[in-house]
């Protein structure tokens, strides 16, 4: 079935470093969705990825989808502690949207 | 809004017992997800429903689980019997855009304990 593959697991940086994180699908994509959990709670919607290629930016944020559409990124620069959580994206094929298995962000301050 | 409420948050049962959660999704929205999160398989898909009729529950995994959405404002997930594997955080979630093209806004989830 369709997967959508997420790396790295987990990552472990110093406060004001970067942060990236990756996501592969084996399809094609509709569009792409990247959600946040912080720890205990419940994932929160971030951004829509629609167009081969789109580059989006929120804040410290940057987000991309691929020119094939099967793969996206998540950049954040110069982490806080209140970027601490776990980041999935999310493909959408048909009416279902697939979520990776997530990157679990760490910040040490 | 209230947002998508779940209930209950916590439950503790022994295997072999029927388990009930409930979900009332966002006023409007008119698709709804179950999802089970657990550390071993991430987020899974159980099913989603469009209007209110199961549109896909590959994700279910077998017959010990069923869901239903009898209305626009309220939707079931249950496990009859219970086995200690289905311990997991159980979501709903709900969109107003139908197949899922729009953003989804999760409840807080029912923690599962299955002893």
């Known amino acids: 079935g369709q997967q959508v593959m997420q790396i790295p697991q987990y990552q472990h940086v110093q406060e004001g470093e970067d942060f990236t994180t990756y996501c592969n699908s084996s399809?094609?994509?509709?569009?792409i969705q990247w959600y946040k959990q912080r720890p205990g709670g419940h994932p929160v919607f971030l951004i829509q990825?629609?167009?081969?290629?789109e580059v989006k930016k929120q804040k410290r944020l940057t987000f991309q989808f691929g020119e094939a559409k099967k793969n996206s990124s998540l950049h954040i620069t110069a982490t806080q502690t209140t970027d601490v959580g776990t980041y999935f994206c999310?493909?959408?094929?048909?009416?279902?949207?697939?979520f990776g298995q997530g990157t679990e962000l760490s910040v040490k301050p | 809004d209230a947002g998508v409420i779940q209930s209950p948050r916590h439950e503790v049962t022994e295997m072999g017992q029927e388990v009930t959660l409930r979900c009332k999704p966002i006023?409007?929205?008119?698709?709804l997800f179950w999802y089970r999160q657990t550390m071993m398989r991430g987020l899974e898909l159980l099913i989603y429903?469009?209007?209110?009729?199961?549109?896909?529950d590959s994700g279910m995994p077998e017959d010990r689980f069923s869901a239903k959405m009898p209305n626009a404002s309220f939707s079931t997930l249950k496990i009859q019997p219970s086995e200690p594997r289905d311990s997991a955080v159980y979501f709903c979630?709900?969109?107003?855009?139908?197949?899922?093209?729009?953003?989804?806004?999760f409840g807080s989830g029912t923690q599962l304990s299955v002893l």
């Open positions: 979630a709900s969109t107003q855009h139908g197949g899922g093209a729009g953003k989804l806004f």
């Open positions: 399809t094609t994509l509709s569009n």
């Open positions: 990825l629609v167009k081969s290629g």
């Open positions: 999310a493909g959408q094929k048909g009416g279902k949207l697939i």
């Open positions: 006023s409007g929205h008119n698709s």
């Open positions: 429903f469009n209007n209110n009729v199961p549109i896909d």
